[in-house]
């Protein structure tokens, strides 16, 4: 009786530690994940900073450059915010249609590549 006793604080020993090294790992690979994610993410904005930064200068170097054609800013600057409002608008028209999907599937893809390896 003694011995399957044994036997069973043993066993019960050994799977509690089992346990806790279950729990350590499963932490461990939050924290990493975590740390993935956070990394993507802030490389993300940092690179939407400076693509927003790199239109903006470009805009108006382009702006400056067809009010240099036309001999009037207003008719540069003008015909450069109405190409704009024109891409805006084709962009608000097929939003539902072609870009939300698109952009969810890149992002989620990107995520559980970024998760789960290159699967």
Known sequence: MDENFSKQSKL????RIN????????KLQLISLVC???????????ML???VLAFLFASITLGFFIAELTSNYAIGFGSLSCFYILIAVCAGVGKDR???R??????????LRKSYGKS
């Open 98 to 100: 072609f870009w939300e």
């Open 19 to 26: 346990l806790n090294l279950r729990k350590e790992r499963l």
């Open 49 to 51: 900073t400076c693509g």
């Open 36 to 46: 993935k994610l956070a990394a993507d993410f802030f490389t993300n904005v940092i």
């Open 102 to 111: 698109k952009i969810i599937d890149f992002t989620l893809g990107k995520i």
């Open 12 to 15: 019960l020993a050994e799977f």
